[in-house]
């Protein structure tokens, strides 16, 4: 029986060789120096009102956390659907793989990639911030320490949703191609989900909690002083209720559909 750390580590390595998706990550890293470096950026409507934004500013610029949602489920579902669409799944199963310890360890995976483009975007946005100041020699101030990393958290478990959301897709699709439409047809309905609430207001209840429109609210709230509050912290335990639910309904589909019916749907 293969232990998890084996299967994890396997999971690393499949990523590491997986050129697209590291290309892909230079998109948000891209989008969050591009408005680091901004000359204007701490004279932005929002740094006016909140200058203690400074160094955290790109998770108030929607344009910036798009580009981080977007790369991170499409990444996550090429990820995740590779061994189906490589029908190197069969060769997995049929050597005594525990299924719950490989679904988790392709989870996991998700998760570190998250970490790693989530945290190399933060990093290279405060850096260009600091070049850009001490080029300017005009410096903003601090997000107060509690505020700074709440915001992070929550931001980071949304973005880990995707890669829960994707996991439970891949298994449901099976084909990678297949798939990354239906990850992209997510992504519209989390997009629309707000012109939604005018027609059914209730929706708003639900919605609220969508992670991509987290995102987005973020700035009302981290802009305001509030990511502390149990407003804001919620949307972090809503993230963590969708990481549950999707990778309880994506794991009971892989453990229905056995070896044979994986070939056959293929």
């Avoid at 000359?39 to 400074?54: A, E, F, H, I």
């Amino acid at each position: 029986m293969y232990r998890m750390n084996t299967l994890f580590s396997a999971e690393l390595y499949k990523l590491k060789r997986m050129k697209i998706v590291w290309i892909a990550a230079l998109v948000p890293l891209l989008t969050g120096a591009s408005l680091a470096l901004q000359k204007g950026y701490l004279q932005m409507p929002l740094l006016l009102g909140r200058p203690s934004l400074n160094y955290i500013g790109l998770l108030c610029y929607i344009p910036g956390v798009r580009s981080l949602a977007i790369v991170l489920i499409l990444a996550a579902v090429y990820m995740a659907s590779l061994d189906f669409e490589e029908r190197t799944i069969q060769n997995i199963l049929s050597k005594g793989v525990d299924r719950r310890f490989y679904y988790c360890s392709r989870l996991l995976a998700q998760f570190f990639y998250a970490a790693l483009v989530f945290g190399g975007t933060m990093l290279l946005f405060l850096l260009c911030r600091l070049y850009r100041q001490q080029e300017q020699g005009v410096f903003g101030s601090l997000t107060p320490v509690g505020e700074f990393f709440a915001a992070l958290l929550v931001s980071y478990l949304q973005l880990c949703a995707y890669g829960s959301i994707s996991n439970m897709l891949s298994i449901f699709m099976k084909k990678q191609s297949t798939s990354m439409i239906a990850a992209f047809v997510w992504l519209v309905a989390e997009l629309v989900s707000p012109i939604l609430e005018v027609l059914f207001p209730r929706m708003g209840d639900v919605t609220w909690f969508v992670p991509l429109i987290v995102l987005e609210n973020g700035a009302s709230y981290i802009g305001r002083g509030m990511a502390v509050s149990f407003t804001y912290l919620r949307c972090g335990l809503s993230a963590l209720v969708i990481i549950f639910l999707t990778s309880a309904v994506g794991y009971w589909k892989f453990c229905c559909t056995d070896q044979t019916m994986i070939e056959e749907e293929e």
